[in-house]
């Protein structure tokens, strides 16, 4: 079963790469040149526990309290289950999903790679630093039901990099707005990323796209906003360009670290309750001490 499972995922991670083209070629190279463009935009914000990122022409912000960022032991078992999963052997609380989002269960890092066109995320693209040494962290993910279905055709480009459909499983992929959270253990990161590595890498995997970031040493936490686009693809029976919108708050505890991802996938049509739902979600989750 295990092998077959690898099998799978070898298979689903070459898809990947074939619908990438060549951005994982080049974050090879980004760890120095790119990290480092990127932290002409870092900006400390010491005083402020309320943060709060607008996409790029929009004004629906993303919030974060950090102030409520933890919480003991003792509060988590209190909490209503009926609202909150509590992860204690994790260390982190997340909400229960409402109505038309579905609950992914247990997963692991090496699951995100089984899913058919899912879950295009730039936690995967990790792979290309890690390998397999994340495939047993742990994970959670929340999605919405109804994904914007986007078939990618002659012409179309990710993020500036132009998509060769011949080369793609299926030239139809589902993108879902979706919360996923990682809870990666520091024993297994060990010296390769630190906190702050680890946002900066996941802004460099959008190729430019990086809108803001912020962070404070302080409270231990960076929030991060970025753009990721698809141009010249295929929406429903209208060729259209499509820019998806994702958050991440990268945040610590003594054991593990906390890369929490929220995408916005805009559809036509979509109910505004997905955006308040995402932000419940982010307002929900709390790292336990």
């Not at 898809?15 to 900006?43: D, E, P, Q, R």
């Not at 990790?126 to 002659?154: C, G, S």
């Amino acid at each position: 079963m295990e092998s077959e499972k690898k099998r799978q995922k070898s298979t689903r991670r070459a898809a990947i790469i074939g619908l990438v083209g060549t951005i994982l070629t080049v974050c090879g190279g980004l760890s120095g040149a790119l990290i480092g463009g990127i932290t002409t935009i870092y900006k400390i914000e010491r005083e402020a526990h309320q943060i709060a990122i607008a996409a790029p022409k929009s004004d629906q912000p993303l919030t974060v309290d950090t102030y409520k960022i933890t919480i003991s032991s003792n509060e988590a078992a209190k909490l209503d289950p009926s609202k909150y999963l509590v992860f204690q052997d994790l260390g982190f609380v997340m909400a229960q999903p409402v109505s038309g989002w579905n609950d992914g269960g247990q997963m692991t890092y090496q699951d995100l790679f089984l899913e058919q066109g899912t879950n295009l995320s730039p936690l995967i693209l990790f792979y290309t630093w890690i390998k397999d040494a994340w495939d047993d962290q742990p994970i959670r993910q929340l999605h919405y039901t109804d994904p914007v279905m986007v078939q990618f055709i002659e012409g179309s480009t990710e993020n500036g990099v132009t998509v060769d459909p011949t080369k793609l499983e299926d030239d139809t992929i589902a993108f879902y707005s979706r919360i996923t959270t990682l809870a990666l253990s520091k024993a297994v990161v060990g010296n390769d990323f630190g906190l702050y590595g680890l946002a900066l890498a996941w802004g460099s995997l959008h190729q430019g796209g990086v809108n803001e970031l912020i962070a404070n040493p302080n409270s231990q936490y960076v929030f991060e906003q970025v753009s990721w686009e698809l141009k010249g693809v295929r929406v429903g029976d209208r060729k259209a360009d499509l820019t998806l919108q994702r958050w991440a708050l990268f945040a610590e505890s003594s054991e593990r670290y906390y890369i929490v991802e929220v995408q916005y996938v805009p559809g036509t049509g979509q109910s505004t309750q997905v955006w308040d739902d995402l932000q419940a979600y982010m307002d929900a989750f709390r790292i336990i001490h």
